[in-house]
């Protein structure tokens, strides 16, 4: 039995202190629980866990995906300055250079006259100058025609070769000995290649300036100027048949 205070207990024959005053509160009040000594292992301190849920994260911010756009944006102007600096230089390292005028071969010598006659100089200008450098010319002129629609090395080879071979005709009849007979036609004939010669050159000129209207600008008026060049080779070879005189004259 305890007393009133809590200091004594009753053992039957007399009180007896719970505790001296030293060990207050550490001794039990039946003494064989006091050899019991309980040892209690000092427990790890846990430390908070780095791992955050993926339910506790806090969500990307919407501006860091706008950083990530604006880069790319970025990253694709720089690009394309690159390709605007050095794409040309690319370019050039890998297609070969326009070919330059190539220097037209002369017509051959036409033969000797047997007839000294207006019809049979007219006839030997058509078939031993006109013919041979026509058939030269048709093929380059012709293919000027089909590629040169975009500011491609295609298209400008095309018009560098098709101006030679003009300007190549050109000289030859410059220099021709073209009977009074036909004069006339042929010089209508001079007067197309002189057009489809300043046609090419532009052609050619809009290469150098980088201008794709220039290039149009330059087919289209190459193909006013040739429209009826072909009709009027041919009406060369009428009028010398229909005015040209087969009498002999000279000596």
């Given at each position: 039995?305890?007393?009133?205070?809590?200091?004594?207990?009753?053992?039957?024959?007399?009180?007896?202190?719970?505790?001296?005053?030293?060990?207050?509160?550490?001794?039990?009040?039946?003494?064989?629980?006091?050899?019991?000594?309980?040892?209690?292992?000092?427990?790890?301190?846990?430390?908070?866990?780095?791992?955050?849920?993926?339910?506790?994260?806090a969500p990307k911010s919407k501006m860091s995906y706008?950083?990530?756009?604006?880069?790319?944006?970025?990253?694709?102007?720089?690009?394309?300055?690159?390709?605007?600096?050095?794409?040309?230089?690319?370019?050039?390292?890998?297609?070969?250079?326009?070919?330059?005028?190539?220097?037209?071969?002369?017509?051959?010598?036409?033969?000797?006259?047997?007839?000294?006659?207006?019809?049979?100089?007219?006839?030997?200008?058509?078939?031993?100058?006109?013919?041979?450098?026509?058939?030269?010319?048709w093929p380059a002129i012709q293919l000027f025609n089909?590629?040169?629609?975009?500011?491609?090395?295609?298209?400008?080879?095309?018009?560098?070769?098709?101006?030679?071979?003009?300007?190549?005709?050109?000289?030859?009849?410059?220099?021709?000995?073209?009977?009074?007979?036909?004069?006339?036609?042929?010089?209508?004939?001079?007067?197309?290649?002189?057009?489809?010669?300043?046609?090419?050159?532009?052609?050619?000129?809009?290469?150098?300036?980088?201008?794709?209207?220039?290039?149009?600008?330059?087919?289209?008026?190459?193909?006013?100027?040739?429209?009826?060049l072909n009709a009027d080779i041919a009406a060369i070879?009428?009028?010398?048949?229909?005015?040209?005189?087969?009498?002999?004259?000279?000596?």
């Amino acid at each position: 039995m305890m007393s009133p205070d809590g200091k004594y207990f009753w053992d039957g024959q007399k009180w007896v202190a719970v505790a001296s005053a030293s060990d207050a509160g550490h001794r039990s009040v039946f003494p064989s629980w006091n050899e019991i000594h309980v040892t209690v292992a000092d427990q790890p301190v846990r430390q908070p866990s780095s791992d955050v849920p993926l339910w506790e994260r806090a969500p990307k911010s919407k501006m860091s995906y706008g950083i990530y756009v604006a880069g790319g944006f970025l990253a694709l102007l720089v690009l394309f300055g690159l390709i605007s600096a050095w794409g040309p230089l690319i370019v050039s390292y890998f297609v070969a250079a326009p070919e330059p005028p190539r220097a037209v071969t002369p017509s051959p010598t036409p033969p000797p006259l047997t007839v000294r006659s207006d019809y049979a100089r007219a006839d030997g200008f058509l078939t031993y100058q006109v013919t041979p450098a026509m058939a030269k010319v048709w093929p380059a002129i012709q293919l000027f025609n089909e590629t040169c629609v975009n500011l491609t090395s295609t298209c400008q080879n095309a018009a560098t070769a098709a101006l030679a071979q003009v300007k190549g005709v050109e000289s030859m009849i410059d220099h021709a000995q073209i009977p009074t007979c036909i004069a006339s036609q042929v010089a209508k004939v001079r007067g197309e290649l002189t057009g489809m010669d300043a046609a090419i050159t532009l052609a050619v000129k809009a290469f150098a300036d980088n201008k794709k209207t220039e290039l149009s600008t330059a087919v289209s008026r190459y193909r006013a100027a040739s429209k009826t060049l072909n009709a009027d080779i041919a009406a060369i070879s009428k009028a010398a048949t229909a005015r040209c005189d087969t009498l002999a004259t000279g000596p």
